[in-house]
């Protein structure tokens, strides 16, 4: 009868453990198997050896679950084959030089992993190819001497935390709250956008520290996102700095028909001689850093203010053929008319305007946009590397067409047509090799 009893009894606990594991958490932290055993025999619930016998089986199933509910990973890798066609540009043909079309294979590849420390904690850690180019994970196929071996480095690297489990806000539809703290995801790339890279190249991850946090006030779905960052470490001096602060919103007015704006201001701050200069000249070569006026990027007090704002329209009436126009616009508000080179301006607005038609999974989806990138806009070394060679004082095109293969394998090809916004001598940096016609065919995998 004592044996009958105390199966019963271990059966019974085992079920309210069962039912525990499954059932969705009320408190703000999830029990662990351990911590509900213990309560368990506390209540009287289990005598000594069923603790023992239980615990130890406890402590098993949870080492299993620590590293399956606690660690993911995922990447991606992309194959490209890449095109240029150069006109002669006043540049070259003043130097007597002459710009010859260049074609070349790329890859990409990105692997990425997630560890949650605890309910309110989670590490990233994310590894890409290419170097340490900031604006670029391709790595070009022959660039090293005998098939040598190619770099693979931190690309991504920080904690997330928040006062609240998984970062939910208590009582607000989709609340989140949450700080990154590392080298970070860049907060104020907007997906909604559909293409979000008038300022910042979207592989630049800024080193440092941000906050998040969206939630619903209403039928509104609001958001907000701040961050100082450091962009040199400089043991002599003050380090240069960049803090943001963005604000923004969407809403769907009717059924499958959104909108939504967001308005954000950087704040470059403790800038020196070196910055000033990284972005005025062009070591790197084509489509390296350049094309800022010297002394026309700030008000000369080591701070720039540059103010953005963007906003979307979603149509996705039709199923085959959802519709997305997006459009930003930037101004440098500290930009100064030069003095070292008189009658240049302050060279101060960027925009763009785009649409992307069609669905890539059911059909095709077709995009197009309009870049317009003045020289002193936002310093230099951040400006999107394909679209306008990641030089300001450029303005182009941008057309694509992507079809997705297979489940995670995607084609997609893209045509760039870029041209300088202003010529002379002050413009010389952003000049050489502006004139061009630039194509990319991409095969990208994701797992």
Request: proline share 4%.
């Amino acid at each position: 009868m004592r044996t009958t009893l105390r199966r019963f009894r271990t059966a019974h606990v085992l079920c309210l453990l069962s039912v525990a594991i499954a059932a969705p958490a009320v408190a703000e932290e999830e029990p662990t198997l351990t911590e509900i055993v213990n309560i368990l025999r506390e209540k009287g619930l289990l005598d000594e050896d069923q603790h023992a016998d239980l615990a130890a089986k406890a402590a098993k199933e949870q080492d299993k679950q620590d590293w399956t509910d606690r660690v993911s990973v995922w990447g991606d890798f992309r194959a490209r084959f890449e095109a240029f066609q150069f006109e002669q540009d006043v540049y070259s043909r003043s130097t007597g030089t002459r710009l010859h079309d260049r074609y070349r294979g790329r890859y990409r590849g990105r692997l990425n992993v997630s560890g949650k420390v605890a309910s309110r904690a989670t590490v990233y850690l994310g590894m890409a190819s290419g170097g340490a180019d900031p604006r670029s994970a391709n790595q070009s196929l022959g660039s090293g001497l005998d098939f040598d071996k190619d770099e693979f480095r931190f690309d991504l690297a920080y904690a997330t935390l928040s006062p609240f489990p998984d970062g939910e806000l208590p009582g607000i539809e989709n609340g989140y709250l949450a700080v990154d703290v590392g080298k970070v995801k860049n907060p104020f790339i907007w997906k909604q956008l559909g293409v979000d890279n008038l300022l910042f190249d979207n592989d630049i991850n800024p080193e440092g520290a941000n906050l998040r946090i969206t939630g619903n006030a209403g039928p509104v779905l609001l958001f907000a996102n701040g961050g100082v960052y450091v962009i040199d470490e400089n043991s002599a001096a003050k380090d240069p700095l960049l803090s943001g602060g963005q604000l923004g919103a969407s809403l769907e007015i009717a059924d499958h028909i959104s909108i939504g704006a967001r308005g954000t201001l950087y704040h470059f701050f403790s800038l020196d001689s070196d910055f000033a200069t990284r972005g005025a000249a062009n070591p790197g070569g084509l489509g390296g850093t350049g094309g800022n006026i010297l002394d026309g990027l700030s008000r000369r007090n080591g701070s720039i203010q540059v103010a953005e704002t963007s906003a979307f329209l979603n149509i996705g009436v039709l199923e085959l053929f959802p519709v997305l126009f997006y459009g930003s616009y930037a101004r440098n508000l500290s930009a100064r008319s030069s003095l070292v080179a008189p009658g240049v301006g302050r060279e101060d607005d960027a925009w763009t305007v785009g649409v992307f038609v069609g669905d890539k999974a059911t059909l095709v989806r077709l995009g197009f946009a309009y870049y317009y990138l003045e020289a002193n806009a936002l310093p230099s070394m951040f400006v999107e590397s394909d679209v306008l060679d990641g030089t300001p004082n450029r303005h182009g095109y941008m057309a694509s067409v992507e079809r997705q293969l297979f489940e995670n394998v995607d084609l997609v090809l893209k045509g760039f047509a870029s041209d300088r916004i202003e010529g002379g001598v002050p413009f010389a940096n952003s000049g050489p090799a502006s004139d061009r016609l630039r194509g990319q065919a991409d095969l990208v995998f994701k797992f």
